[in-house]
């Protein structure tokens, strides 16, 4: 049974003895080592914690232990997860004794270290997984701080939330009503407090800095590829004032190229604003807040990184993130966002984020990820302007295309070809689930095959190929697709720009020089590069080969999607590529 202070103490200042329900400590107790006494308290059944007693009858009393450094060594020893009440209690000699009064903890709390600890009547026990019963993952933004309140939150903030509330229907709620049906304002102790979710939503800056200074995001501007920064602002701000400023931060760095299709033009942004958008209300949304850590994002000449405190929630890794089941490692944070329109309620937000980019004729987004931390990176050297010409003008057809062939199309246009174990790889995809979608684009001719057996290949379509400026790929075997299809049927049936000039006859790129290496000689060099050194990186393959870096980092990336070799580290100077181990 959980005690609490109506009969703990007795009317007549009796207090309860030592036992299963009951600890008394001596006076010099740190904060900390209470909390741990707490923490094991609420793990067995519950009850007092007193702090001077039967000792407080001298010159000394609790009177000097504040409640206010109890309850916060506490909430930091349970991770937010254990609220307590504390208040002093005078004796009829009128020393004071300290009384925290704990509840019993409806799952084991276990201590930052993993530590399990629980009273026996007597001491404190360690609890053994076995003994344990399995801690389910608690929404650390759901958690409402003891000595949080109203005037924690800005009205300004609200304001804002108010206005994005708008499209859910809630726009005409009184305020408090607005954050109570958004779950952000929680009954506590008599009063209306709000959670960690409302604080970070719409707290005020002292707020943030007293219960979730690790919201803090770090902005960093690079003017070159190296790691030394330019520029750095530090933000400890609400969510969506975070994502106003730091999209004011790197549109203030952004250009774009115009692409002419047909009467159309589209713009083409270094960093696409809906794409680090998605990018950074995901790292907000889903990052480890019981982490000390900030956000950090780096703005380089050819890449977005953004760097988030704890790893891809579990099960999750770059290579199934487009077809994991979501999780959500904050659940009511994400809820609210959602309800408020930031961010996609189905968990889409990877799917978007590579779809905007392939059709830019970009790389997809890359992970990279750690025992505590992941970091995502948007990589800008550049766009393939036919290829964003070819989606469109499909577009324009009413031939839509999916986000897997664009991941198929994008891959063929930048390597050529393909076999179909790399295209798995590339879509995710269990090798045996890749033939309907594969044969699905022979049919509409935007791919073909060549080769038999386990040595079947896939290239871009010949008509793909001309509408991209491609020419004919060195293959394993004969292309007879292509082959079947007429020179007129690859010709635009409705040019999308007449009253432009005809264009003048595109000439193959990068057609390779006789004298330098073949790409399966360079492709030797590199394996055996990370075979001599146990590492290659881009810079090193290219002076080997004699190649620009997006040639040699091609190369090295479709080692590293066939199994050869595995990257460590992000970012062109910084990444190496290890030999992949079995």
Known sequence: MT????????????????????????????????????????????????????EGT???????????????????????????????????????????????????????????????????VPVT??????????????????????????????????????RGGMGHLPDLDFLRELGLLLPSNGALRPTLAGILLAGTPAALRAHVPQAEVCFYHHQTPDVEFQFREDLLRPIPALLTRLAELIQARNRFTPVQVGLFRIEVWDQDEAVYREALLNALTHRDYTLRDAVHVH????????????????????????????????????????????????????????????????????????????TLALHSPGFDAD??????????????????????????????????????????????????????????????????????????????????????????????????????????TAPLRPESPPRQPRAPRAAPDPSGPTPAEVRAVALALARERGRVRNRELRDACDLNTQQAWRVLRRLVLEGHLVKRGTGTRDAAYELTTI
Request: glycine share 10%; aromatic share 4%.
């Open 387 to 492: 290829f964003v010409r070819f989606v469109a003008r499909k577009q324009e057809e009413m031939q839509t295309l999916s986000l897997d062939m664009l991941i198929v199309l994008s891959l063929l246009a930048r390597e050529g070809e393909a076999t179909r174990a790399a295209l798995a790889r590339a879509l995710q995809l269990p090798e045996d689930r890749t033939p309907r979608l594969l044969r699905g684009m022979e049919d509409h001719g935007l791919i073909a095959r060549s080769g038999v057996g386990r040595g079947i290949a896939y290239t871009l379509a010949q008509e793909v190929r001309r509408a991209l400026g491609r020419s004919a790929p060195i293959t394993t075997g004969q292309d007879t697709s292509s082959q079947e299809r007429s020179s007129e049927s690859a010709e635009p």
């Open 299 to 374: 703005h380089y000449p050819d890449r977005l990184e953004i760097m988030n405190p704890g790893g891809l929630p579990g099960g999750i890794t770059p290579g199934n993130i487009l077809r994991h089941q979501p999780k959500r490692r904050n659940p009511l944070l994400a809820e609210v966002l959602a309800r408020l329109g930031l961010v996609e309620r189905a968990g889409v937000g990877v799917d978007k984020m590579y779809g905007l980019m392939l059709r830019c004729g970009k790389e997809p987004p890359e992970y990279t990820t750690y025992p505590d931390a992941v």
């Open 3 to 54: 005690l609490d202070s109506g009969n703990a103490i007795s009317p007549l200042g009796v207090l309860p003895p030592p036992g299963p329900a009951c600890v008394h400590l001596p006076l010099d107790v740190t904060p900390q080592e209470l909390a741990r006494y707490a923490v094991g308290l609420a793990n067995a059944r519950g009850g007092t914690i007193l702090v001077g007693a039967p």
């Open 129 to 166: 997984p076995a003994e344990s019963e399995p801690v389910p993952q608690q929404d650390y933004t759901a958690v409402v701080p003891p000595d949080a309140s109203l005037a924690d939150l800005d009205p300004h903030e609200v304001a804002r939330l108010r206005g994005l509330g708008q």
């Open 58 to 124: 001298g010159e000394r009393d609790a009177g000097e232990l504040h409640p206010l450094m109890v309850t916060h060594a506490i909430f930091e020893l349970s991770g937010g997860r254990l609220t307590v009440n504390v208040q002093h209690h005078r004796q009829p000699g009128g020393a004071k004794v300290l009384a925290v009064f704990v509840p019993q903890a409806p799952y084991v709390l276990a201590a930052p270290d993993g530590a399990v600890l629980a009273w026996d009547g007597a001491h404190l």
